[in-house]
């Protein structure tokens, strides 16, 4: 009963926080999306995973893109469209691929939610200035639809959706990137809500089952992508102040029995996940802390109990490692600005070799 009536008192504050405040899709600021030399590859996921093409202004009406939540919603939902994004989504890949062709070592960074472009961008200068990069390394900025908002109670109500969008974005987009670069090391830097899109490209995750069935009734055969190969050079991604849970590491479904059994293969190719506790991230405790671990959990981040059971179930598949840190701060800037950052990048080896 007490769960029934939480449940009832949640939808009714996101229905009174979705009316009174402004909610927005993040959309490309600016072209070109993905031809901006080796120094800037970039692709952008809308909230169906498809990548927003250079002339997306010029084929849809820019005003439906962000009144509506993806390009082919702007569009009805035409299958031509359809297609079109599709093959769109393989050209670009392709092209990133072929750009990165000469490169040794890749970095991927992923922002998380509620971040525009320009924000986006801004903590990836910061991020990029942090890093051992030598000139033989590829970096490609990978942005979603975080949504975003100023206002407060804006986060909360878009908060759910913005949760759905990042595991589309990343069995949709970046799965197909990381599939791409299975010849060389990827070293995927995400924060926030980015975590859980990393952990997607990664394998299938637990979708919502109202959200599957939306979507699958959406996007049709296009809901799913193949598995990431799990052979190929190594993958370590490090987490900075991640926005997910126990629930984001289970399998895709089943019944939860409590064991490690609960949580989900990844291949071979992921080495380690290093990832942040900061108990003193305001976002993470949701503002009030016995809520981090409810309505899609953010306590990894958060609780360090959470971590050391993940990282008991994965031991001698992959090295998971929590990297303490407590700050009242929750930004992709702050936590890159940090000094945590450099010491996970030491930890999992990645250096200026």
């Known amino acids: 009963m007490r769960r029934t009536i939480a449940r009832a008192a949640l939808a009714g504050w996101l229905l009174l926080a979705a009316a009174c405040v402004s909610i927005d899709h993040n959309v490309p600021a600016f072209s070109p999306i993905s031809a901006g030399g080796a120094d800037r590859l970039t692709l952008y996921a809308d909230a169906n995973g498809h990548l927003y093409p250079d002339d997306w202004r010029s084929r849809f009406d820019p005003e439906r ?12 939902f ?3 469209t359809h297609r079109f994004l599709r093959e769109e989504r393989d050209r670009q ?19 998380g939610f509620n971040n525009n472009h320009a924000e986006a961008r801004l903590a990836f200068d910061v991020v990029r200035s942090r890093l051992p990069l030598l000139a033989s390394d590829g970096v490609v900025e990978f942005l979603w639809d975080g949504l975003s908002s100023a206002q407060r109670l804006g986060q909360g109500a878009m908060w759910f959706s ?18 791409r670069l299975a010849d060389k090391p990827v070293v995927v830097i995400a924060h926030s809500r980015g975590t859980s899109v990393t952990l997607s490209a990664l394998s299938d995750p637990a979708y919502a089952p109202s959200f599957r069935r939306h979507t699958r009734e959406l996007l049709g055969d296009d809901f799913g992508s193949e598995p990431l190969p799990r052979a190929g050079a190594p993958i ?58 409810r309505f899609n959990a953010t306590d990894l981040g958060y609780d360090g109990a959470v971590g050391r059971r993940l990282e008991q179930c994965y031991s001698g598949r992959f090295v998971m490692q929590g990297h303490d840190l407590d700050m009242d701060a929750h930004s992709f800037i702050d936590y890159a600005l940090d000094p945590v950052l450099p010491r996970m990048l030491a930890a999992a080896g990645i250096s200026a070799r």
């Open 65 to 76: 893109v962000e009144d509506e939540h993806s390009l082919l919603a702007a569009d009805n």
């Open 78 to 80: 035409n299958p031509r």
């Open 93 to 111: 890949l392709d092209g990133i691929a072929a750009s990165l062709r000469g490169r040794s070592r890749v970095f991927v960074l992923v922002h």
């Open 162 to 179: 913005a949760a759905g969008y990042s595991q589309l974005a990343g069995t949709q987009a970046l799965r197909g990137l990381l599939a």
């Open 236 to 293: 370590d991604a490090l987490f900075l102040a991640p926005a997910i849970g126990n629930p984001d590491f289970w399998t895709p479904a089943g019944t939860r029995t409590g064991g490690c059994d609960d949580y989900r293969a990844f291949p071979a190719r992921l080495r380690s996940i290093h990832y942040t506790v900061n108990p003193g991230d305001p976002v993470l405790r949701k503002f009030f802390a016995p809520f981090s671990s």
